[in-house]
């Protein structure tokens, strides 16, 4: 599906954004996550996670969450507050979303001293992975306020203008999910997309800190594309705003998640069941598993078990065959299942004057050999039948042959056959 978006009302009019895109949520198979928001009331103002959650809802997938958020509440104090350890353990979570103090993350030691973040959001991590090692962590990137911050200009210059404060936020989640394996939800980036494209865009409410419902939903639409790796675009559900505002939010969520996954860290731990192959002899093919994340390889060629991350099958002969590959690691499984066409290579693709036909093989092997090679016939042990043939035309009699796998030497090449 190949959507045109024209914003055309004169704060859209710096320029024409045309994105085309796959709805990949119209076709993508439901997902369900379980999710645990710990953070402040950047995180309760305007129920953020029943927003995630409805977007989810209208694209047919499933949020199951619970949320502490207590107003001011910093990564220090979540790490010893016994609603948040009760919550971290009160099941295996698939996500847990971590949003520090609006300020804090851009301050340094010496100035936020015993609350500094970094060593914080290291113990919040850890014990997360003490309750699930598979649960996945994200940091809730938050945004610069919409003058700056005035009680840390004096010390802190970027602190004065929004920009210098985005700035610093960017960059203390960014150190967050490096340090701790993790990934970024980047709110304050998509926040950053609207106010540089349109400053008559309100985002903020009053205090010029918190979010307006305008905020939310763009946060909200980023959290979605974050935490199923879904495009948000297209989604009916709007929160109350108009239709095309709605979907503006939505495109410049998909705009920042989806343009900037690698550094958002975003899907570092997906399990991929995947796999390329090189054909490394007349019908022998090796294969590879491209998914970074696996621990165990299990492969079904042809019906054959096999089992390694890189194995080699020799098929017997040209045909389409089915080919399973089960990766897994100690938090997931992927079954992918794929049909390979075989086709021979080596003699005849190197020297196509030389034909070999039929292979199979029914009853009788014709070669065409017009530069008179010696031509020699071995069997799979690399024993050499009582056969040696030097002629333009060659037709050996297989009737008698056992069913099996065959060897063809013409001159320095060889090349294989089959026996039905």
Not at 90 to 98: A, E, F, I
Not at 133 to 145: A, D
Not at 187 to 212: C, F, Q, R
Not at 249 to 275: C, K, M, P
Request: proline share 5%; aromatic share 12%; glycine share 6%.
């Amino acid at each position: 599906m190949v959507v045109l978006l024209f914003f055309t009302n004169e704060g859209f009019m710096r320029y024409l954004l045309i994105l085309f895109f796959t709805c990949t949520f119209l076709t993508a198979e439901a997902q369900t996550k379980s999710v645990l928001f710990i953070g402040n009331s950047y995180t309760a103002v305007n129920d953020l996670p029943n927003l995630i959650y409805t977007i989810a809802l209208a694209n047919g997938d499933t949020i199951y969450y619970e949320a502490n958020t207590p107003g001011g509440s910093y990564f220090n104090a979540h790490k010893t507050n016994p609603t948040t350890l009760a919550k971290i353990a009160s099941r295996d979570w698939d996500h847990v979303v971590l949003q520090e103090q609006s300020q804090l993350p851009a301050l340094p030691l010496e100035i936020a001293g015993a609350d500094y973040s970094p060593p914080s959001a290291a113990d919040l991590c850890d014990l997360v992975r003490e309750n699930d090692s598979c649960t996945e962590i994200v940091f809730y990137m938050t945004w610069g306020r919409k003058d700056g911050d005035a009680s840390f200009c004096a010390d802190i210059p970027e602190m004065c203008t929004y920009e210098g404060m985005q700035l610093l936020l960017r960059d203390a989640y960014l150190g967050f999910a490096e340090d701790n394996d993790a990934s970024i939800a980047p709110a304050g980036m998509g926040w950053k997309a609207v106010i540089d494209d349109d400053p008559t865009i309100e985002l903020y409410s009053g205090d010029g800190s918190h979010p307006n419902i305008n905020g939310s939903y763009l946060t909200a639409c980023i959290f979605y594309a974050t935490l199923f790796q879904e495009s948000p675009i297209g989604t009916t559900f709007h929160a109350g705003l108009t239709e095309e505002l709605a979907l503006y939010f939505q495109t410049i969520a998909h705009a920042i998640v989806f343009d900037s996954l690698d550094l958002w860290r975003i899907g570092i731990h997906n399990l991929e069941a995947s796999y390329s192959e090189i054909q490394t002899d007349y019908f022998e093919y090796e294969f590879t598993c491209s998914s970074e994340n696996a621990d165990v390889w299990e492969w079904t060629i042809n019906g054959e078990s096999l089992a390694g991350e890189v194995v080699t099958y020799d098929f017997p002969g040209p045909g389409d065959y089915p080919v399973q590959l089960i990766v897994s690691n100690s938090c997931d499984t992927i079954i992918f299942n794929d049909t390979l066409t075989v086709e021979a290579a080596g003699i005849q693709e190197e020297q196509p004057a030389i034909k070999i036909y039929p292979n199979p093989i029914l009853n009788v092997l014709t070669i065409s050999n017009p530069q008179h090679e010696l031509v020699e016939i071995y069997d799979i042990y690399g024993r050499k039948l009582d056969l040696s043939y030097s002629t333009e035309i060659i037709e050996i009699n297989a009737e008698h042959w056992k069913s099996g796998t065959y060897i063809v030497r013409i001159g320095n090449a060889y090349a294989k056959v089959v026996k039905q």
